[in-house]
């Protein structure tokens, strides 16, 4: 599982688990199936759940499992990656189905120093009137994630449902990135050898 989090304090946590590739049978003919050949297009899915957390309390965890496109996924670890190396600032997760919303931004070091006392302003955009008017990089980033409840139970996007709001540095940004190519890598290859010759996954 790859876990989002950093205050262990006051610890809020975007869980994510992928579980295995997402195989379709033969009568969906207008969908990929799993007897694809190789060299022909297709797209690879994922299933996943994920969870909402603070603490040992869950605000909200999957109530059936849902999918990703693979190469999605790979975005989000090669974003995710870029925010933590300092190459982008900011980034937001859509995914083709949305079942979660991922917003990721970098504080300003004004931003920052005023934080606790005028979060809602931060998240508005509007002016801090902070002592601190530096603009330079943080090391602190805003984390925006939110579960679509909608989709969750009766398959219709609707763009909103429960959230969590959150800080994490470079380094947790990082660990969450490798963590979800680590639940990649453990899916093992779409395509394998049967135990007969030739025998589709």
């Given at each position: 599982?790859?876990?989002?989090?950093?205050?262990?304090?006051?610890?809020?946590?975007?869980?994510?688990?992928?579980?295995?590739?997402?195989?379709?049978?033969?009568?969906?003919?207008?969908?990929?199936?799993e007897t694809v050949s190789l060299g022909e297009?297709?797209?690879?899915?994922?299933?996943?759940?994920?969870a909402l957390s603070v603490g040992d309390n869950?605000?909200?965890?999957?109530?059936?499992?849902?999918?990703?496109?693979?190469?999605?996924?790979?975005?989000?670890?090669?974003?995710?990656?870029?925010?933590?190396?300092?190459?982008?600032?900011?980034?937001?997760?859509?995914?083709?189905?949305?079942?979660?919303?991922?917003?990721?931004?970098?504080?300003?070091?004004?931003?920052?120093?005023?934080?606790?006392?005028?979060?809602?302003?931060?998240?508005?955009?509007?002016?801090?009137?902070?002592?601190?008017?530096?603009?330079?990089?943080?090391?602190?980033?805003?984390?925006?994630?939110?579960?679509?409840?909608?989709?969750?139970?009766?398959?219709?996007?609707?763009?909103?449902?429960?959230?969590?709001?959150?800080?994490?540095?470079?380094?947790?940004?990082?660990?969450?990135?490798?963590?979800?190519?680590?639940?990649?890598?453990?899916?093992?290859?779409?395509?394998?050898?049967?135990?007969?010759?030739?025998?589709?996954?």
């Amino acid at each position: 599982m790859a876990t989002l989090t950093h205050d262990a304090e006051y610890p809020c946590a975007f869980d994510l688990r992928l579980l295995e590739w997402e195989r379709y049978d033969t009568e969906k003919r207008d969908a990929d199936i799993e007897t694809v050949s190789l060299g022909e297009p297709y797209t690879l899915w994922v299933k996943y759940r994920m969870a909402l957390s603070v603490g040992d309390n869950v605000l909200y965890q999957s109530v059936k499992d849902t999918t990703l496109i693979l190469e999605d996924i790979r975005g989000l670890i090669e974003e995710l990656r870029q925010l933590a190396d300092g190459k982008k600032h900011r980034m937001a997760f859509d995914p083709i189905e949305p079942d979660f919303g991922l917003w990721i931004c970098r504080l300003t070091e004004s931003n920052a120093s005023v934080k606790i006392s005028s979060a809602a302003q931060i998240r508005a955009g509007l002016p801090t009137h902070a002592t601190n008017q530096s603009t330079a990089p943080s090391t602190l980033f805003d984390v925006n994630v939110w579960i679509d409840h909608p989709n969750q139970v009766d398959r219709v996007y609707g763009g909103y449902g429960p959230g969590l709001y959150f800080s994490v540095e470079a380094l947790d940004i990082e660990r969450f990135a490798s963590q979800l190519e680590t639940e990649l890598d453990g899916l093992g290859p779409y395509f394998f050898r049967g135990v007969s010759e030739g025998e589709s996954p």
